[in-house]
């Protein structure tokens, strides 16, 4: 009976010590750009034509940062942020017929920033896409979400309402409109 219960006790401290070390890490926040798509208006403006495009990640490394500090703290990657920005970014300008290609002369560099989430009744997001131009011309886009569920979902609609109001902004249709 002595050894049952000694085991039970060294069980009981083992799931302890177990949920107690898993637990006080950060949450990592990541995107995932299968999440939402830009709602179909959205590049309404964009003029179809043949032509080709470079998107460009303005972080060349994964740029981790805390976007929220509580009893947990959450941190996201800025980089992989970018890339969903890109990815939804580039769906829409291929549906319009533009090719992208690295090697373009016609870039645009993005970079998410200033990432910040907020945990309540709703878990809220909002952040910055900035967008930088080949001819020296950028635009710089605030976006915000709620998401009821989880701090992905807010983080990736945020993104997804950026990338929604940059194919809206006349600084970036006036450059990848022009021929």
Not at 111 to 132: C, F, K, T, Y
Request: charged share 20%.
């Amino acid at each position: 009976m002595v050894i049952l219960w000694n085991r039970w006790i060294c069980f009981v401290f083992s799931g302890l010590l177990f949920a107690v070390l898993t637990g006080c890490g950060p949450l990592i926040v990541k995107s995932n750009p299968s999440t939402f798509s830009v709602p179909a208006d959205a590049a309404a403006q964009l003029v179809k034509q043949q032509q080709s495009v470079a998107l460009n990640n303005a972080y060349k490394t994964e740029t981790q940062v805390g976007i929220y500090s509580g009893t947990r703290d959450w941190q996201g990657d800025l980089q992989q942020y970018t890339e969903t920005a890109i990815t939804l970014l580039g769906r829409e300008m291929t549906k319009k017929g533009t090719d992208l290609s690295p090697q373009s002369a016609k870039t645009i560099t993005l970079r998410v920033r200033d990432v910040h989430a907020n945990p309540g009744w709703v878990i809220r997001s909002d952040l910055v896409l900035e967008a930088q131009y080949g001819d020296g011309t950028n635009s710089t886009i605030a976006s915000e979400n709620t998401s009821p569920s989880d701090a992905w979902r807010a983080v990736d609609g945020a993104i997804m309402r950026a990338v929604s109001q940059l194919l809206r902004d006349d600084k970036f249709l006036a450059y990848v409109n022009r021929q």
